[in-house]
């Protein structure tokens, strides 16, 4: 018996363990009432202290970055979901990837408009744009040495596609038009084409 109660001990202070439920609480709090909720919520969600989320995250505003964050990975992933080394990516298949993530697990654009904080936004903002640009920035060097696009920048490359599918996301889901998710897409794809003189595999 003792040891059973220090297993369950250990477990519930997995730091670790404990980010992760705070994080997951936070998400789902946010996407459901907004950027407003209190901290004390929460904790209360995740089954743990609000000092604990204080600790880990420094403030709110920590909080939501941190959240930025994990969606930025989610979104990466996704993007980059089944490409294979030395394999020509579908561009398309990368773009869809994003809008059903966005759209199955959360749009963050819309929490952070509840925010009378334009300061919120700046640091959720900065939190996903670092993780995706860093991913793309990899990608498109990657695709540069292998004669698929035609930059010299690819850093200065992966930033500027991030806000243009960063800008079509918000413009699609804000306003209500995931009706209109495909012309989106097909929009996107071809700006990016046309920037990187990118051929899809299929061309």
Avoid at 46 to 63: D, P, T
Avoid at 173 to 192: K, N, P, Q, T
Wanted: with cysteine; hydrophobic share 45%; proline share 4%.
């Amino acid at each position: 018996m003792p040891r059973t109660r220090l297993t369950r001990r250990t477990k519930r202070r997995d730091p670790e363990d404990a980010k992760a439920r705070i994080l997951e609480a936070a998400l789902a709090l946010f996407a459901a009432e907004g950027v407003s909720v209190p901290t004390s919520r929460i904790a209360k969600e995740a089954g743990v202290s609000e000092g604990l989320i204080f600790h880990h995250y420094g403030n709110k505003r920590g909080l939501l970055a941190a959240v930025a964050a994990h969606m930025g990975h989610g979104v990466a992933s996704a993007m980059f979901e089944g490409i294979l080394p030395g394999q020509r990516p579908d561009v398309r298949r990368m773009i869809r990837a994003c809008f059903d993530y966005v759209g199955k697990k959360g749009k963050l654009h819309d929490m952070l408009a509840m925010s009378n904080d334009p300061a919120d936004w700046n640091a959720a903002q900065l939190a996903t744009r670092g993780v995706i640009v860093a991913a793309l920035t990899q990608a498109f060097t990657q695709w540069k040495a292998a004669g698929y696009i035609e930059t010299d920048h690819p850093d200065i490359a992966a930033a500027l596609i991030f806000g243009l599918v960063d800008a079509a996301l918000l413009d699609c889901f804000s306003r209500g038009l995931e009706d209109r998710v495909d012309e989106y897409i097909e929009e996107a794809v071809a700006c990016i084409e046309g920037a990187l003189g990118y051929e899809g595999p299929n061309a």
